[in-house]
């Protein structure tokens, strides 16, 4: 089940990730390309600890995946320890899709004739 829900988590964060440059700078002009579609943008998610992230997520989800099953069936404590677990298991592979996502939209937007803006500042 957490892996299903993570695998959503991925498909929910690819798909923002690839449109978020896009929505923070639309393409109403052949200049749109500004900070969130430039090289140090691309070089800041490089940086990302987006593993660490996912580890961190995975282990609070098992935690509180731990929690329901110490409560018992049908409480309102074990709704609330399974939200959580499905919680952070769908943020886990939300992180991941996310950053590999807003990655590809600026790997492809770097082949194009106008290319990336090194800072996108001006
Ligand atoms: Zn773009």
Redesign the pocket.
Same mark, same amino acid.
């Given at each position: 089940m957490c892996c299903l829900v993570e695998a959503l988590g991925g498909l929910a964060g690819g798909a923002i990730g690839g449109i978020a440059? &896009?929505v923070l700078e639309p393409?109403i002009s052949p200049n749109h390309?500004k900070l969130a /579609?430039s090289v140090a943008t691309a070089g800041a998610i490089s940086l990302a600890k987006v593993a660490e992230w996912q580890d961190m997520c995975r282990r609070r989800g098992a935690t509180a995946t731990q929690t329901a099953l110490s409560c018992a069936a049908g409480t309102r404590e074990r709704a609330d320890a399974e939200f959580a677990a499905f919680g952070w298991s769908f943020l886990a592979g939300f992180i991941a899709g996310f950053f590999a996502g807003y990655a590809s /939209?600026l790997a492809l &937007?770097a082949v194009t004739a106008r290319g990336l803006p090194l800072w996108g500042l001006g």
């Open positions: 440059p &896009d393409a390309r /579609h /939209h &937007d």
